[in-house]
């Protein structure tokens, strides 16, 4: 089993900034294939916002984040980090990290949420 616990989320203005951290731990981690961060705002389907193979670290944004997101990691900690920069109104939503594992087709394991809100 994988838990992940998000923190970080928060209230900011269009044009700001926050970090969003999530800690990974369990006894099955040490097999974890790749690890991503997702978003859904209200009405909407979940969607990828990026990811990052955990352990040669390539990296995968959607076109709506590039250039102003970064995500990263640090193994040691097991810890999954998203920068956001130049954060605008539709930016807004609950965003979640989940995990894949060896061998899996999919993410497997989610985190329970952080909740971003960017005012205009």
């Known amino acids: 089993q994988v838990q992940l616990v998000e923190s970080g989320g928060g209230l900011v203005q269009a044009g700001g900034s926050l970090r969003l951290s999530c800690a990974a731990s369990?006894?099955?981690?040490?097999?974890?294939?790749?690890m991503a961060w997702f978003r859904q705002a209200p009405g909407r389907e979940r969607e990828i916002v990026a990811s990052?193979?955990?352990?040669?670290?390539?990296?995968y944004y959607a076109d709506s984040v590039k250039d102003r997101f970064s995500i990263s990691k640090n193994n040691a900690r097991n810890t999954l980090y998203l920068q956001m920069n130049s954060l605008q109104p539709e930016d807004t939503a609950v965003y979640y990290c989940?995990?894949?594992?060896?061998?899996?087709?999919?993410?497997?394991?989610w985190g329970q949420g952080t909740q971003v809100t960017v005012s205009s």
């Open positions: 990052i193979r955990w352990t040669i670290g390539a990296t």
């Open positions: 989940a995990a894949q594992m060896i061998g899996g087709s999919a993410y497997t394991y």
């Open positions: 369990g006894r099955t981690f040490s097999r974890t294939y790749a």
